[in-house]
């Protein structure tokens, strides 16, 4: 698990529309909230993707950008997006790579078998990289109010 207070792990990673992606791009312009989540176009990761895409501006204002993270692929993140007219940035991490950083591709059971799979986690990352919060194994309902409040605290 990642610690609070430690430098975030980079990442570089495409977004929906093939657009690369690299966190260290926003060391001193913004705020990071990298939210993990399962798979694309299922009942709680649309619920958690539609309120966070719900307070984009409120976000905005905080100096505070999103992107939401899954094994899909940019294809499956564009239809996603445009299914549900989402303004949350969506980012392809198809390899595991940043999944396997922040310690979210973890075995999980489901329907009485164990398997690998992400663990719906957010990480709020200030203006230096450095990491301040860690949320794991969040319930989708709600969320992005308890970030966008961790989120105005910095």
């Known amino acids: ?30 705020n990071l909230v990298l939210y993990f989540y ?3 176009d299922t009942t709680g990761c649309t619920i958690e993707a ?6 984009v501006e409120t976000f905005e204002q905080s100096d505070t950008q999103i992107f939401g993270v899954s094994r899909d692929n940019c294809v499956s993140h564009a239809a996603f997006r445009d ?3 989402l303004t949350v940035r969506l ?3 198809p ?4 999944c396997e950083a ?8 489901a329907h009485g078998e164990k ?18 919060h860690a949320l794991y194994d969040v319930k989708p309902k709600g969320h992005a109010a308890e970030v966008l409040q961790l989120v105005q605290q910095l």
């Open 102 to 109: 922040y310690g979210v591709w973890q075995e999980r059971e």
């Open 95 to 98: 390899d595991g790579e940043a």
């Open 1 to 30: 698990m990642l610690q609070i207070g430690e430098v975030a792990p980079e990442f570089e990673l495409p977004d929906a529309d093939m657009y690369m992606v690299k966190s260290t791009d926003f060391i001193g312009k913004k």
């Open 83 to 85: 299914k549900h007219g």
């Open 115 to 132: 398997r690998m799979g992400i663990v719906r986690s957010t990480f709020i990352i200030d203006k230096h990289g450095v990491l301040r």
């Open 38 to 40: 399962p798979k694309d």
């Open 91 to 93: 980012l392809a991490d």
């Open 50 to 55: 539609v309120e966070l895409s719900d307070l």
